[in-house]
């Protein structure tokens, strides 16, 4: 059974660097064609897709938030990292960890971690 | 990036009815187009990708068509654990965006 679970702060200050870790079970980052993506929702708007590592290492971010993202993984552990740098409150909402089908540029999610709130608040 | 507008922004049926849901891209996305189901609490479920696949365990009463800029997803016969909100997906162009939802709810 594939399950994806996030774990990190639920409430973060202004300016800080949010850490989430994705931690994987049922398939392994290891594989080949293996991908996982973090995608966030804040209250009462759009799922907005953030960042996709996949099984050789290739890393693709978000235009908009590029600078401000970065993903990695931890095969050993089975887990991936997601850091986001100078959090502000606009950031608010809930992070999830999708397992992620498809090409090198053409994504869709085929299991859904249930999510994390994050709260940027001082 | 691809723009993508669902309609209506809530739709109010009863069990038993047909759910008609439609999204529509600021340019074509040549089929590659996903539909998601998402309840309060839970982890949301890929119901559809390229536009008509049903993905794995899906019931066939969740049914989709379309092509370009146009897409329908169809609930034929709506069932009590079906009231949620819906949002489609593309992957036609990069990066994958994803539309504001429609919320089926109770009439």
């Known amino acids: 059974q594939v399950t994806l679970k996030e774990s990190g702060p639920a409430l973060v200050k202004p300016s800080q660097t949010l850490t989430l870790t994705c931690t994987l079970s049922?398939?392994?980052?290891?594989?080949?064609?293996?991908?996982v993506s973090w995608i966030r929702q804040p209250p009462g708007k759009a799922l907005e897709w953030l960042a996709r590592i996949d099984w050789d290492d290739d890393k693709f971010y978000s235009p908009s938030l590029t600078t401000r993202l970065t993903i990695s993984k931890d095969t050993f552990k089975n887990q991936v990292v997601l850091t986001m740098t100078n959090m502000d409150p606009v950031d608010t909402g809930t992070y999830y960890c999708?397992?992620?089908?498809?090409?090198?540029?053409?994504?869709?999610?085929?299991?859904w971690g249930q999510g994390t709130l994050v709260t940027v608040s001082s | 990036e691809v723009v993508l507008t669902q309609s209506p922004a809530t739709l109010s049926l009863s069990p038993g009815e047909r759910a008609t849901l439609s999204c529509r891209a600021s340019?074509?996305?040549?089929?590659?187009l996903a539909w998601y189901q998402h309840k309060p609490g839970q982890a949301p479920r890929l119901l559809i990708y390229d536009a008509a696949n049903r993905a794995t365990g899906i019931p066939a009463r969740f049914s989709g068509r379309g092509s370009g800029t146009d897409y329908t997803l169809t609930i034929s016969g709506l069932e009590t654990e079906d009231f949620a909100v819906y949002y489609c997906q593309q992957r036609g162009h990069w990066p994958p965006t994803f539309g504001p939802g429609t919320k089926v709810d109770f009439k």
């Open positions: 049922g398939f392994s980052l290891n594989t080949t064609q293996m991908r």
């Open positions: 340019q074509s996305v040549s089929g590659f």
């Open positions: 999708v397992r992620t089908m498809g090409f090198k540029y053409s994504s869709w999610f085929d299991a």
